[in-house]
């Protein structure tokens, strides 16, 4: 076993079979490959690692191999792999059990004996690591060690895993989240300049003039709004209110919502609101009132080629449901209400992170984060990859907060307690 000069620094542990390459099955049940020629990697493992590598952290294979126990496979056969492995991913240490059941050694996932062995031998800090597996012993072994873990599901024919952080389909959709938990757990999270966000920032709101007067703003890239904000806003005529915001504002995309709860009129709505521009996509909802999934007006209309706005949804099956139906459509957006999710007292995180994975194959996608409810969701949004975040505008105005020196709005924040007191006459 090879092993990098060590660190004091999160790592990924990954399983092997089944993370980094394809198992083989039989009945359902997975088992190493049987020698190199057999070795073949999952999809998109390498770029999984190459990413996770680029951000600092340790990449650590923790891998069961009970067939040598067995007389099945031999030690030098499994090392034979395992170089074979590292000569297409750059890994930094592999811990091999060779042991069985019957043996009760301690390096046997589930028990945690290598991830602690590693910890040791590479400096690693165990509370801020993460555990990719795709069993139920990878998952154990991941708790039992005190580390973050992710199951990739693979629906194989045994016990499921007990409780789990993040649950994908492969090693490559858990990038985002792995990122950034290593990244915001140990304060090594550098917030970038707003000029630099990937994130796209939309402004939600229906006041006519803020949302003229933000057009002028170079970081705000569209709009979006609701009958809820419209009606506060005091807007008597829906479409007059509309049109008006589009002559203001008439090259930066615009979601407008129907407000009928009847499919059919729906349908009528969306068709007459597309017509206004071609700036505007039609915001659906996920169900009209009584649950009903909008599933096949979606399919409808998306192969009308009417830009799609699907709002309201807070799950990831809403996410599967939805990107299915604009699969073959034109370009349009899927609105994830994380700040709702977080009023729950939920991590939003994982939850969009498993979004943008459920939509990558659909690049004429993009997830909005929406009702976030701080500055820090646009940095959070902007970490795992999310296309656009919704803010709205009493919220916009903390935007220029983003990186502020802290040490400065520490005597910022002195000086107004200071300058109130002294406003307010206080005596004791």
Known sequence: MTIRGPGLRPAVFLDRDGVLNEPTLIGNRPHPPADTEGLLLTVGAKEACQRLRKAGLLLVVVTNQPDVARGKQTAAGVDQINVALRRQIELDAIFVCPHDDADRCACRKPRPGMLLEAARLLGIDLAQSVMVGDRWRDVEAGRNAGCATVLVQRHYDETPPGPVDLVVGALAEAVPWILHRTTSHTGRRTVPLLTDFRVKIFADGADEDGIAELA???????????????????????????RRVLARVPHRPISFEVFADDFREMARQARRIASWGDSVYVKIPVSDTRGVFTGELLRELAAEGIRLNV?????????????????????????????????????????????????APCPHLELIWASPREI???????????????????????LPLIGRDLSEFSLETVRMFHRDAAAADFAL
Request: proline content about 4%.
């Open 216 to 242: 002028a703003n170079p970081l705000i890239k569209g709009f979006t709004t609701n009958p809820t904000l419209m009606r506060a806003a005091g807007v008597a005529d829906y479409e007059a209110f509309a």
């Open 311 to 359: 709002t309201a949804l807070l799950t990831v099956e809403q996410v599967r449901c939805v990107t299915d139906c604009l699969a073959d459509g034109v370009s349009s957006y899927v609105s994830v209400f994380a700040g709702r999710v977080a009023d729950t007292g939920r991590d939003p995180i994982p939850l969009m992170c498993q979004a943008l994975a459920v939509m």
């Open 376 to 398: 820090l969701n646009v940095v959070q949004a902007d970490e795992i990859g999310c296309h656009i975040i919704t803010v709205t505008h009493d919220l916009l105005k903390k």
